[in-house]
């Protein structure tokens, strides 16, 4: 994990001591996928407050289309962080794969969604 504060000065944090994060990942809306474009989103909640998330579509790292947001701390004393991944109606209407990949020191975690998978309304 590298973080930036002020200038540039970078904290890299190594150590394996911190427990994968846990992630949901969650599909458009019905009322989205009506239009050209949708949006998946990943929620990550880990017990620090940083994480790097990236996504995956069809095995390829994707660089457009992503908004992540900072971390925000919740009751229980962990953080969650949310991605959202616009996306193509028609791609997601083709049954491809969208992998959130989320990385915390030496620990990643992946989600993988696709429309087969999930319940129609």
């Not at 427990?19 to 909640?45: K, Y």
């Not at 049954?95 to 993988?112: A, F, I, R």
Request: proline share 7%.
């Amino acid at each position: 994990i590298t973080v930036a504060f002020g200038q540039g000065t970078k904290l890299i944090v190594t150590s394996s001591s911190f427990p994968p994060p846990v992630l949901t990942v969650f599909p458009p809306s019905s009322a989205e996928l009506q239009s050209n474009t949708a949006t998946l989103v990943c929620l990550s909640s880990q017990s620090v407050p940083f994480a790097d998330v990236s996504w995956v579509s069809g095995g390829s790292p994707v660089s457009s289309g992503i908004s992540t947001s900072t971390a925000v701390q919740k009751p229980d004393q962990t953080f969650q962080i949310s991605s959202y991944l616009a996306i193509q109606t028609s791609d997601w209407n083709m049954d491809k794969v969208y992998t959130c990949k989320v990385s915390l020191g030496s620990q990643t975690s992946e989600k993988n969604i696709k429309k087969s998978n999930c319940p129609t309304e």
